[in-house]
């Protein structure tokens, strides 16, 4: 049945199934199926982590065991989302990466709408802070000044305190 012809026949909503919720295993079962398995002890535990994630032995190296839990999974360089090739031909490319891809530990700290750690500035960012902080400093410093040394006086009436003896206001009914 092709599409066309689905979509001009008249049947409920309900009864149209889409792919994945016949095949839920196409991504995987459950998040257990993409934990990293246990950090490798042996040579041949460490060749088998590097052919799971897709890795040469040679370039697979795994983070040390101190007990954060990374497993066997690769310490990958960081790359940020940003420094990847835009024209190139990606499998999800609204994330600049293909499908299969291992990410780095910490790929959600890297996506192209956050920081891009390869990034190089022309000045320096101790200069970029030095900049803000002095430009909150001068300002800073006028808005005291403007408080406390008044330039230009506004000119008004001085204020209607109320005095003892004085009636300033009634609350009478002024009949013509």
Same mark, same amino acid.
């Given at each position: 049945?092709?599409?066309?012809?689905?979509?001009?026949? @008249?049947?409920?909503?309900?009864?149209?199934?889409?792919?994945?919720?016949?095949?839920?295993?196409?991504? &995987?079962?459950?998040?257990?199926?993409?934990? !990293? &398995?246990?950090?490798?002890?042996?040579?041949?535990?460490?060749?088998?982590?590097?052919?799971?994630?897709?890795?040469? !032995?040679?370039?697979?190296?795994c983070y040390p065991d101190d007990g954060m839990g990374y497993g066997d999974y690769?310490?990958?360089?960081?790359?940020?989302?940003?420094?990847?090739?835009?024209?190139?031909? *990606?499998?999800?490319?609204?994330? @600049?990466?293909? *499908?299969?891809? !291992?990410?780095?530990?910490?790929?959600?700290?890297?996506?192209?709408?956050?920081?891009?750690?390869?990034?190089?500035?022309?000045?320096?960012?101790?200069?970029?802070?030095?900049?803000?902080?002095? &430009?909150?400093?001068?300002?800073?410093?006028?808005?005291?000044?403007?408080?406390?040394?008044?330039?230009?006086?506004?000119?008004?009436?001085?204020?209607?305190?109320?005095?003892?003896?004085?009636?300033?206001?009634?609350?009478?009914?002024?009949?013509?």
């Amino acid at each position: 049945m092709n599409l066309s012809t689905l979509l001009t026949r @008249k049947v409920p909503h309900f009864t149209l199934i889409t792919k994945q919720s016949i095949r839920p295993y196409a991504t &995987g079962y459950w998040n257990k199926d993409w934990k !990293p &398995g246990p950090y490798p002890q042996t040579e041949s535990q460490r060749r088998a982590a590097a052919k799971k994630y897709g890795l040469i !032995p040679e370039d697979y190296e795994c983070y040390p065991d101190d007990g954060m839990g990374y497993g066997d999974y690769p310490k990958l360089p960081i790359l940020s989302a940003e420094s990847k090739d835009p024209h190139y031909n *990606y499998d999800m490319d609204e994330f @600049k990466r293909n *499908y299969g891809e !291992p990410l780095h530990v910490d790929a959600d700290l890297y996506g192209e709408e956050r920081w891009d750690r390869s990034r190089r500035f022309i000045i320096p960012v101790w200069q970029m802070t030095a900049i803000f902080l002095a &430009g909150i400093g001068v300002f800073s410093f006028l808005m005291w000044t403007g408080q406390h040394f008044r330039i230009c006086f506004v000119r008004m009436m001085p204020k209607q305190m109320p005095e003892k003896g004085k009636e300033h206001y009634t609350f009478e009914i002024i009949r013509d």
